[in-house]
């Protein structure tokens, strides 16, 4: 099953590689995706570094378009509301979204998508 790797677990990646193991073995066995969102997120400070070798391998990660359903998105901040899920933005929700139409298990480190999983019946890799 492919893996939606977000923010948080690359920059944990590049910053002391804490996970660093965990998040070789899913490059090694190739189940990695990303998307827009992620690499918007990423991009932009590795650009100001110049590390232009790690943007180029960010690139040829297999990508995931974005299919963005505002009114699902909606209704998905509306479950976490009534379950007093609160401050979870936009973005978090698209990954969210991104993640479960293609059939993929998230792996992040923010404690959104953990509060989320249940009710959202979003895979999550702890």
Same mark, same amino acid.
């Given at each position: 099953m492919p893996v939606l790797v977000d923010t948080s677990v690359w920059i944990d990646y590049f910053r002391n590689g804490t996970?660093? *193991?965990?998040?070789?073995? #899913?490059?090694?066995?190739? @189940?990695? /995706?990303?998307?827009? &969102?992620i690499l918007? *997120? @990423?991009v932009p400070s590795l650009k100001v570094r110049r590390a *232009?070798? /790690?943007?180029? +391998? @960010?690139?040829?990660?297999?990508? #995931?378009? &974005?299919?963005? $359903?505002?009114k699902e998105?909606? *209704? +998905? $901040? /509306?479950k976490c509301l009534k379950k007093g899920v609160n401050g979870i933005g936009i973005p978090d929700l698209i990954i969210a979204q991104n993640a479960m139409q293609n059939g993929c298990v998230l792996y992040s480190h923010d404690?959104?998508?953990?509060k989320m999983k249940d009710i959202?019946? &979003?895979? &999550?890799?702890?």
């Open positions: 996970h660093a *193991e965990k998040l070789d073995s #899913l490059i090694d066995k190739n @189940l990695i /995706v990303i998307n827009d &969102l918007a *997120e @990423l *232009e070798k /790690v943007i180029s +391998l @960010l690139y040829q990660i297999k990508w #995931l378009a &974005l299919d963005i $359903q505002w998105l909606i *209704e +998905l $901040q /509306v404690d959104h998508f953990k959202i019946s &979003l895979q &999550l890799i702890s």
